[in-house]
């Protein structure tokens, strides 16, 4: 069971559509593996993951209109077919977008760690709770960033607020996923991620709520 430990639930009634949202078919939803990327950057992750995943389809979502315009160009060229990218606000398309218990999986690599915010970090956020509803039972989100304080945080936030297993883990120095991953391994630092999974039986405030 969820703990509800926010005085301020999420209120997805209040999230603005994003700007020309078009929402994805219905028989779009019925694909057995769909996962979603957030903060997709250029997108390195999102057409590796793509390109060696055939059998899932991923939504990668970036925010910033340059990153996004460089992955749409690398993703025209790839030619997958089990890649959509999307030129939104991750917290508005999802909302009005995903619907509950949809996904198999949820990508958020290197995000800002908001230093001078620490209430828009992730597992910080009430909308956290919504995005779990969207994965299915046993479904994973995975968080990476080299910064160890901040993995420590998400992790103790995973088990204390949200009440969900999670595995911390060190990055390989091999790993190539994103532009940020290879700059910090290839300066030595350490990199860090989440595994956090939801279990069968988990519930929130939100398993009835599909697309607005």
């Not at 994003?18 to 057995?32: E, S």
């Not at 960033?145 to 911390?168: L, R």
């Not at 991953?181 to 519930?203: D, F, M, N, S």
């Amino acid at each position: 069971m969820l703990s509800h430990q926010f005085t301020r639930p999420f209120q997805p009634d209040r999230i603005r559509h994003p700007r020309d949202f078009q929402p994805l078919a219905a028989t779009f939803w019925q694909q057995p593996a769909i996962f979603v990327e957030i903060g997709a950057g250029k997108g390195k992750h999102a057409l590796s993951f793509a390109s060696d995943n055939a059998n899932a389809h991923l939504i990668a979502i970036e925010r910033t209109a340059e990153k996004y315009q460089a992955m749409q160009k690398m993703a025209n060229q790839a030619k997958l077919s089990n890649l959509t990218t999307i030129h939104a606000d991750a917290i508005a398309w999802v909302t009005h977008a995903v619907p509950a218990q949809s996904l198999s999986g949820v990508f958020i690599l290197y995000p800002n760690p908001e230093p001078h915010n620490p209430n828009q970090r992730w597992l910080n956020m009430p909308f956290f709770e919504w995005l779990l509803s969207r994965l299915k039972p046993n479904g994973e989100l995975m968080l990476a960033s080299n910064i160890e304080s901040y993995i420590d945080e998400a992790e103790h936030k995973a088990q204390t607020v949200w009440q969900v297993p999670v595995e911390k883990t060190q990055v390989p120095n091999h790993s190539e996923r994103t532009h940020f991953e290879v700059k910090y391994l290839a300066r030595g630092e350490a990199c860090w991620q989440l595994t956090i999974k939801k279990p069968h039986g988990y519930t929130t405030r939100f398993d009835d709520f599909n697309s607005l």
